[in-house]
């Protein structure tokens, strides 16, 4: 089983940058495709981007497509998130996870097995 940390939220500014980061132990990500979802108050847990195993595909949320950047770094268990153009409508607890699904880009919620306990992104106006 692999256990996932997240952390590097905080409270920015508008149009400010945030680097998240996800950490892994237990096993190897490699195995797995990684994504970032968030949940804003009152709403449902979406998708921001994911990655695929090797990290030569990714898929990005529209609402996020030039601003944030996904990377992984296998041998450092690591996974990245690069937010850039900060708006206040990006606040929300952001969630790593990991999924061992076949498919080389996951898309659903639900074949995500492993998640992190969130980090707070808190974008003020």
């Known amino acids: 089983q692999v256990h996932l940390v997240e952390s590097g939220g905080g409270l920015v500014q508008a149009g400010g940058s945030l680097r998240l980061s996800c950490i892994a132990s237990?096993?190897?990500?490699?195995?797995?495709?990684m994504g970032w979802f968030r949940q804003a108050p009152g709403k449902e847990r979406e998708i921001v981007t994911v990655i695929s195993r090797s990290g030569s595909t990714t898929y990005y949320a529209d609402s996020v497509k030039g601003r944030f950047t996904i990377s992984r770094d296998n041998a450092k268990n690591t996974v990245y998130l690069q937010m850039n153009s900060l708006k206040p409508e990006d606040t929300a607890v952001y969630y790593c996870a990991a999924s061992p699904s076949t498919s080389v880009v996951v898309l659903k919620t639900n074949e995500y097995n492993y998640w992190g306990q969130g980090t707070q992104v808190t974008v003020s106006s």
């Open positions: 237990g096993r190897t990500i490699s195995i797995y495709a």
